[in-house]
């Protein structure tokens, strides 16, 4: 059972180097992960160097310690974020660097911390951070997610289970999810990338003016820009290289026309958001046209 568990992780790491980020000759990675990913970092550093990568720079981050920080630092320092690091981030993008994030963060790690608290650190970390957001978006550099699991997480997501298989009951779905447990991982990557390819030729070629979703406690109505665009899986960067921004993905996607979105929508799943779960959300969305 462990070796094929080695096998698989060793898999996922090559699928992360290969396809989510795609590393090219020479190029610089910037990992970032929890304490958690440690072992599948591990091998991913392996990979990219046996892939051709000039340098591999690991940077890690632990949940205790993000939650202590937000408990007992003082105020101001969720105002601040720090130049040198951002620099870094930035001069890192410019000159060609992919990014890979690691994640397993618990998914209601920062419940009962002060919202402000969190607010006031995305908007001064979004600040610091908007040149390199805007090469993100714009695709500029490679870039992907991966994730693995944490006991938290896997508590979450398999409450009835025996404490002791959570974790190994989440790796598997995470192996399952992003195709690792198959026997040619890039591969059947490649051919996903494909499908999905076709199920935006196919969205575009109908130039859809409007979308209804119906279930129940939706009833949501999504306008279309006349010259909208459909994309999805597979993203090419500024080099011409392919990356895969996010794995597993099941997406295609495009803008709605920014006064054409109303009705009401509901949630049918939790949603871990800024370190907090949502349950049961339900939003009354009405036409607006001044903004």
Not at 26 to 40: C, H, K, R
Not at 54 to 67: A, M, P, Q
Not at 263 to 280: A, D, Q
């Amino acid at each position: 059972m462990m070796s094929d568990f080695q096998t698989n992780l060793e898999k996922y790491a090559e699928l992360a180097v290969k396809v989510g980020v795609n590393i090219q000759q020479d190029q610089t990675l910037v990992v970032n992960s929890t304490l958690e990913g440690a072992d599948l970092v591990r091998l991913i550093v392996k990979k990219a160097y046996e892939n051709g990568a000039r340098n591999v720079i690991v940077n890690w981050n632990d949940d205790i310690v993000s939650l202590t920080k937000y408990e007992l630092a003082p105020d101001e320092v969720f105002h601040e974020y720090p130049k040198w690091r951002a620099e870094e981030t930035i001069e890192l993008a410019e000159n060609g660097a992919a990014y890979l994030s690691v994640i397993s963060s618990s998914p209601d790690l920062l419940k009962g911390v002060n919202p402000e608290r969190i607010a006031n650190f995305q908007k001064a970390s979004g600040t610091a951070l908007k040149k390199w957001r805007q090469y993100m978006q714009s695709d500029k550099v490679s870039w992907s997610i991966v994730a693995v699991p944490s006991k938290a997480w896997a508590d979450k997501v398999f409450p009835e289970e025996a404490e002791g298989k959570r974790v190994d009951l989440l790796w598997e779905a995470i192996f399952k999810a992003v195709r690792v447990d198959v026997k040619d991982p890039v591969e059947a990557w490649k051919k996903h990338d494909d499908t999905l390819h076709e199920k935006v030729d196919y969205l575009n070629d109908k130039h859809y003016q409007k979308l209804h979703y119906t279930a129940p406690g939706t009833d949501l109505t999504i306008e279309l820009p006349d010259k909208h665009r459909w994309v999805g899986a597979g993203s090419v960067n500024v080099q011409g290289h392919e990356f895969m921004a996010n794995m597993p993905t099941e997406e295609v996607f495009t803008v709605p026309l920014k006064t054409g979105v109303n009705g009401t929508v509901s949630s049918t799943k939790p949603l871990s958001y800024g370190g907090n779960i949502i349950n049961n959300f339900f939003r009354d969305l009405q036409r607006r046209t001044d903004h």
